[in-house]
């Protein structure tokens, strides 16, 4: 009893030696269990920022709502640093538009019980031009870190032509040694199949794609590069499609609705990109609908897919831990005549039951079916529910 006892308090010690013996780092901290939420600058306003703008848009986290309904990451995009490191090397911030400097804006939004990310790429300069933290990974991840920095976004802007995944890896490293948890995003566009290597690395999301815009051929088409990528996608590791366009005024409510509900069933990280300081009552809506933010925080074992495509017509799924099924029916075609989009229970893998309970993820309404869920739909809209054996 005794040796069973000393081999317990020791079997941790031998699995941390044994990692390091084989080359295998220990496990990163569990720092996004759930895909991280929050808001981005950069779609909305680029360069155009400066400290007033995030210390109001954490103001409007609180005040909207949006933090609890979960968004807590407020992310300063590129263009906040100053177009020259400091005289020992560091970066520092623009000295015009942010005075008071990151620690400062970093100490105000954790007041609101928010977190604080920033920018930088995996190259000499950033995509604007600006210092970036090629070669100099361990300096900076000890600013960001000295600076109350919770999340980093990393680009792939000026990258030399180097291998990507040396490159991610090294900021991954240097910011775990800062012994501050940071989640690290890595954006590196999908050039080098990131989901193959990236969460290896110590990333906790990685964009598939390039940038999105704020148009239903570009969410789509970002829509499509997510099929087949669904089982690279675990707790701690997320297929990201970019942010959200919803509310920056290019495409319809109904298209909105489409693009926040399909990018939470493909739980995909719930990042932001308008002003919301100012969203309208739908745009409030869209993005705190609860039972659509519960589709992509749930994590059952497995991101939702394209179940079949049928032209215009397509039929996306995803398991939820309690047996239940997130289902997404969409129209993507453009002609005025509307479609009808049917899909079976038994498709969905649910069990042969009599009934099944059917929730309308945007207007709340329940009901029960027998043999098929079906809806009709106009050009560019869908209809999102969730579907479950239980009559409870």
Same mark, same amino acid.
């Given at each position: 009893?005794?040796?069973?006892?000393?081999?317990?308090?020791?079997?941790?010690?031998? *699995?941390?030696?044994?990692?390091?013996?084989?080359?295998?780092?220990?496990?990163?901290?569990?720092?996004?269990?759930?895909?991280?939420?929050?808001?981005?600058?950069?779609?909305?306003?680029?360069?155009?920022?400066?400290? *007033?703008? *995030?210390?109001?848009?954490?103001?409007? %986290?609180?005040?909207?709502?949006?933090?609890?309904?979960?968004?807590?990451?407020?992310?300063?995009?590129?263009?906040?640093?100053?177009?020259?490191?400091?005289?020992?090397?560091?970066?520092?911030?623009?000295?015009?538009?942010?005075?008071?400097?990151?620690?400062?804006?970093?100490?105000?939004?954790?007041?609101?019980?928010?977190?604080?990310?920033?920018?930088?790429?995996?190259?000499?300069?950033?995509?604007?031009?600006?210092?970036?933290?090629?070669?100099?990974?361990?300096?900076?991840?000890?600013?960001?870190?000295?600076?109350?920095?919770?999340?980093?976004?990393?680009d792939n802007c000026n990258n030399l032509n180097r291998p990507a995944p040396p490159r991610y890896r090294a900021m991954?490293?240097?910011?775990?040694?800062?012994?501050?948890?940071?989640? %690290?995003?890595?954006?590196? /566009?999908?050039?080098?199949?990131? /989901?193959?290597?990236?969460?290896?690395?110590?990333?906790?999301?990685?964009?598939?794609?390039?940038? *999105?815009?704020?148009?239903?051929?570009?969410?789509?088409?970002?829509?499509?590069?997510?099929?087949?990528?669904?089982?690279?996608?675990?707790?701690?590791?997320?297929?990201?499609?970019?942010?959200?366009?919803?509310?920056? +005024?290019?495409?319809?409510?109904?298209?909105?609705?489409?693009?926040?509900?399909?990018?939470?069933?493909?739980?995909?990280?719930?990042i932001a990109g308008n002003d919301i300081r100012s969203m309208t009552p739908v745009i409030k809506d869209i993005l705190?609908?609860?039972?659509?933010?519960?589709?992509?925080?749930?994590?059952? +074992?497995?991101?939702?897919?394209?179940?079949?495509?049928?032209?215009?017509?397509?039929? /996306?799924?995803?398991?939820?831990?309690?047996?239940?099924?997130?289902?997404?029916?969409?129209?993507?075609?453009?002609?005025?005549?509307?479609?009808?989009?049917?899909?079976?229970?038994?498709?969905?893998?649910?069990?042969?039951?009599?009934?099944?309970?059917?929730?309308?993820?945007?207007?709340?309404?329940?009901?029960?079916?027998?043999?098929?869920?079906?809806?009709?739909?106009?050009?560019?809209?869908?209809?999102?529910?969730?579907?479950?054996?239980?009559?409870?």
């Open positions: 009893m005794n040796k069973m006892i000393g081999y317990l308090i020791f079997l941790p010690l031998f *699995i941390l030696l044994a990692c390091f013996a084989f080359g295998q780092p220990p496990a990163k901290p569990q720092l996004a269990d759930t895909p991280p939420m929050g808001w981005n600058s950069w779609k909305k306003f680029g360069c155009k920022i400066d400290e *007033i703008l *995030i210390r109001e848009t954490a103001d409007a %986290f609180v005040s909207s709502g949006m933090r609890d309904a979960g968004y807590v990451y407020v992310n300063i995009d590129d263009c906040w640093m100053a177009k020259e490191r400091d005289a020992q090397g560091d970066l520092q911030p623009d000295p015009v538009r942010f005075p008071n400097g990151i620690k400062a804006l970093s100490d105000y939004v954790h007041a609101k019980g928010l977190k604080l990310g920033v920018y930088s790429s995996a190259g000499t300069k950033t995509c604007e031009g600006l210092p970036a933290s090629l070669d100099h990974e361990d300096a900076d991840a000890r600013k960001f870190a000295e600076w109350g920095v919770d999340y980093l976004k990393y991954a490293e240097a910011l775990k040694k800062t012994g501050r948890p940071i989640v %690290f995003s890595i954006c590196e /566009w999908g050039s080098n199949k990131p /989901w193959e290597w990236a969460s290896e690395v110590g990333g906790y999301l990685w964009r598939t794609t390039g940038d *999105i815009s704020d148009n239903w051929q570009s969410m789509t088409r970002l829509l499509d590069k997510q099929v087949g990528l669904e089982k690279y996608s675990k707790q701690n590791a997320w297929n990201d499609p970019d942010m959200l366009e919803v509310g920056n +005024g290019s495409m319809t409510d109904a298209e909105y609705r489409a693009h926040f509900g399909l990018w939470a069933l493909l739980n995909a990280p719930l705190m609908n609860r039972d659509v933010i519960a589709v992509d925080q749930d994590w059952g +074992g497995k991101q939702g897919f394209k179940l079949r495509a049928d032209g215009r017509s397509e039929v /996306w799924i995803k398991p939820m831990s309690d047996g239940s099924r997130a289902v997404i029916l969409l129209n993507r075609g453009g002609s005025d005549e509307p479609v009808s989009i049917a899909v079976t229970p038994q498709e969905l893998g649910l069990p042969n039951v009599s009934k099944y309970r059917v929730k309308n993820l945007w207007t709340k309404e329940t009901k029960t079916i027998t043999k098929e869920l079906r809806a009709v739909l106009t050009a560019h809209n869908s209809a999102m529910y969730i579907v479950s054996s239980s009559q409870k």
